[in-house]
């Protein structure tokens, strides 16, 4: 039987994503996140995706709407990261059909309550 070789797997792709998560689990667990989450959802209690067609939901999810992943330069990624007029508060429904662009049609009037 023939020898297949097969190339390792692209350890630069693998470490690159592994650094990428954890810039990101930094920035979701450290303290100012969490109480700039808590703020967001004091000032905003409702999902304003919802609110926008008409329906009454409560928030649990606060969504960035400029990814604080799409810059590689740390200050910018901090001030994306921790401004609180870059965030939104989403039920958990519309914040899962914003990042599935599959499901983008059932915002927000279509989500099943």
């Not at 930094?26 to 304003?48: F, H, M």
């Amino acid at each position: 039987m023939p020898t297949i070789y097969r190339s390792p797997k692209n350890t630069n792709k693998d470490s690159y994503s592994a650094k990428r998560k954890a810039e990101r689990q930094a920035i979701y667990s450290s303290t100012t996140w969490k109480q700039l989450r808590e703020e967001k959802l004091r000032q905003k209690p409702l999902c304003e995706c919802c609110l926008k067609a008409g329906v009454i939901r409560v928030a649990q999810d606060v969504h960035h709407l400029i990814s604080f992943m799409s810059t590689s330069n740390p200050v910018e990624r901090d001030r994306l990261a921790y401004d609180l007029d870059n965030l939104q508060s989403l039920c958990r429904e519309c914040h899962h059909a914003t990042h599935n662009p599959k499901k983008k049609n059932l915002m927000p009037s279509d989500v099943q309550y």
